[in-house]
């Protein structure tokens, strides 16, 4: 596969349980994010990683916890999310400070 | 505060009418102004980065240009096919920061 995976591409989760989303990109960029997108809404940047180390946390409730075991592959763990969390959730990867490069999505329904 | 403005927020157009779409923007020393096409449901594909005033890039029925306030996507004989969300970001402090984005619709 070539360029930013993301699975699963579609989510239903209720309040309580507890999900992961998976991103993987094969540009060997170091740099990898987290957005969310709502209706209406601009993107909006969660984290950030260079080099597999957190450089950004764009004050986002403890409920999304991020992981990046490697440069090539970023998580995001879910629990107890609340129905204003449903949102399409897009991974991206960069070298630096250059182009982004995105992921298809994966679209989150929180009931 | 760095900002990034686009105009119109929606724009229909006839197949074979050309337009334009804008993006105003304020940052702090300009590190590069990317423009992506969004299909629904799906991730933003890039499209073009510019990096200095005057530049200009082109694919297909695209054109990018780049003044010291604000980039242009000039979209010359639309078809259907390129009807899609056109979103601008720019390098702002140390992240990227995204306009709302222009919908535009092709009619045939």
């Known amino acids: 596969e070539t360029g930013v995976t993301q699975t699963p591409r579609h989510l239903v989760m209720g309040m309580t349980n507890k999900k992961s989303l998976k991103c993987e990109q094969h540009?060997?960029?170091?740099?990898m994010y987290w957005y969310k997108q709502s209706a209406k809404k601009p993107l909006e940047l969660m984290f950030v990683?260079?080099?597999?180390?957190?450089?950004e946390n764009n004050s986002v409730p403890s409920r999304f916890s991020p992981e990046c075991p490697n440069s090539s592959h970023l998580f995001l763990h879910l629990h107890t999310l609340q129905p204003e969390d449903s949102a399409l959730y897009l991974c991206?990867?960069?070298?630096?400070?250059?182009?982004?490069?995105f992921g298809p999505g994966t679209r989150l329904t929180v009931l | 505060e760095d900002q990034v403005t686009q105009s119109p927020e929606a724009l229909r157009l006839q197949e074979g009418e050309s337009s334009s779409l804008n993006c105003s923007y304020t940052?702090?020393?300009?590190?590069?102004l990317f423009w992506y096409r969004q299909d629904p449901g799906k991730g933003p594909e890039f499209l073009f980065t510019?990096?200095?005033a005057g530049e200009e890039k082109e694919k297909e029925r695209l054109k990018a240009t780049l003044t010291k306030k604000e980039s242009f996507l000039h979209i010359t004989a639309p078809k259907p096919e390129d009807s899609a969300t056109y979103l601008c970001?720019?390098?702002?402090?140390?992240?990227?920061?995204f306009g709302q984005g222009t919908t535009l619709q092709v009619k045939p």
């Open positions: 991206a990867s960069s070298q630096a400070t250059d182009t982004q490069y």
């Open positions: 540009l060997g960029h170091n740099a």
């Open positions: 990683y260079n080099f597999k180390e957190q450089t």
């Open positions: 940052v702090s020393g300009l590190r590069g």
């Open positions: 510019l990096y200095s």
């Open positions: 970001a720019v390098w702002g402090t140390g992240k990227l920061i």
